[in-house]
DNA sequence: ATTGTTTAATTGAACGTTCATTCGGTTGCA
DNA sequence: TGCAACCGAATGAACGTTCAATTAAACAAT
């Protein structure tokens, strides 16, 4: 197509991913524009040719970061494995996501928690609302889960398997199968109809 | 005793008061050290008087706020009761707490999700340790809970109570004994060994 | 009780720094 | 030649912190 288009995500890419790992090693008051722009390798001005201001540049960043969740969530999705199979490919997936990407999982945990998730509610991933959490609510009308409103397990879910990657990340251990089963199994019993 | 005791405790305490409702809805990064002085009805400098920097003020505030969680969640404690009373009682507790105050629960998420978290490991509630983690610890022990390492168990439990707080306090909703049960019956299925 | 002395608490303007943002100018591609 | 991408010094506002001055409290001596 273009040339340009490349060039413009080079550096619009460069930024957030810069902004990802700033964000997640200082905070958000930590992570200053002109800080940003040097990791990135661009002016600050540049930063300003991409997003409005910081707060559109940490909300567009939340954005794809939970747009790159929910690709890594439904990696291998397959309609014809059972509900339950299919909801622990959806757990290991995130898991490993967030194992994997340990910015990405700071950084979403403290943007739940920041003032910006209630400021701006209706800027959220539509790849994640569309097929992830429809999925959960599928299990709920399936009567697979407990009768528990989709957005409260939603967090639920999330705060453990947040928990458990955590607690590997700290300890730097190597995570085996075993090790992740084991969590999602937490999960699965806690909310699954008993 | 002293009525000078009482003086520094009151200017202390609603430096601290202040801290906890800016730093709520505002942020970390938000929360200027003018407004907090403001909002506490003294001056700038009397800050200073109490705590060495801003961010001793946020980590004694942290220290703080978990003692009053322990404290929450040790309410009414009955050592003859069976285990998984007294783990009901704790977890409803901790609901409680979180639902009459939303201010604590959003800032102790903040915290555990900002680098201060990283940067000062040590600096934590005394009690809290002492007391509420030894009592999952003897759980663990006890063999009522699956053998999950007590730094994830903790975790594991504090997602899903948020979750469930932030839930109810985003809808407005009055919560029942029943609502509270249910949320804990999901972290007790979860855990306890089948 | 009164007065003088010392210490602690409190003030808020002032300081130096850092920050997000701007803008006039430059580059490089179409 | 035009236009978007890009630069980085400049700007002004906002920030955390300091400090000289003031007030209040505690204590001691009378």
Same mark, same amino acid.
């Given at each position: %197509?273009?040339?340009?288009?490349?060039?413009?995500?080079?550096?619009?890419?460069?930024?957030?991913?810069?902004?990802?790992?700033?964000?997640?090693?200082?905070?958000?008051?930590?992570?200053?524009?002109?800080?940003?722009?040097?990791?990135?390798?661009?002016?600050?001005?540049?930063?300003?040719? #991409?997003?409005?201001?910081?707060?559109?540049?940490?909300?567009?960043?939340?954005?794809?970061?939970?747009?790159?969740?929910?690709?890594?969530?439904?990696?291998? #999705?397959?309609?014809?494995?059972?509900?339950?199979?299919?909801?622990?490919?959806? %757990?290991?997936?995130?898991?490993?996501? #967030?194992?994997?990407?340990?910015?990405? %999982?700071?950084?979403?945990?403290?943007?739940?928690?920041? $003032?910006?998730?209630?400021?701006?509610?209706?800027?959220?991933?539509?790849?994640?609302?569309?097929?992830?959490?429809?999925?959960?609510?599928?299990?709920?009308?399936?009567?697979?889960?407990?009768?528990?409103? $989709?957005?409260?397990?939603? $967090?639920?879910? +999330?705060?453990?398997?947040?928990?458990?990657?955590?607690?590997?990340?700290?300890?730097?251990?190597?995570?085996?199968?075993?090790?992740?089963?084991?969590?999602?199994?937490?999960?699965?019993?806690?909310?699954? +109809?008993?």
């Amino acid at each position: %197509m273009n040339v340009q288009l490349n060039n413009f995500n080079s550096k619009r890419e460069a930024i957030l991913n810069s902004t990802l790992l700033l964000v997640k090693e200082y905070g958000f008051h930590g992570a200053p524009m002109s800080q940003i722009a040097k990791h990135a390798n661009v002016a600050a001005g540049t930063i300003y040719h #991409y997003f409005d201001s910081k707060e559109t540049l940490i909300v567009e960043l939340y954005i794809r970061t939970k747009d790159q969740l929910a690709e890594a969530i439904l990696e291998g #999705y397959d309609e014809s494995k059972s509900y339950k199979d299919r909801f622990f490919r959806f %757990m290991i997936n995130q898991y490993n996501f #967030y194992i994997k990407n340990e910015s990405a %999982m700071v950084f979403l945990e403290q943007y739940i928690n920041s $003032p910006f998730a209630k400021n701006f509610p209706e800027k959220d991933s539509v790849l994640f609302k569309e097929k992830v959490i429809a999925f959960f609510q599928a299990g709920i009308d399936g009567e697979y889960f407990k009768k528990i409103d $989709p957005r409260l397990l939603g $967090p639920t879910i +999330r705060g453990t398997l947040v928990a458990a990657a955590n607690f590997r990340l700290s300890e730097h251990m190597i995570y085996s199968e075993e090790d992740i089963t084991e969590v999602v199994q937490i999960v699965w019993d806690g909310i699954k +109809r008993q």
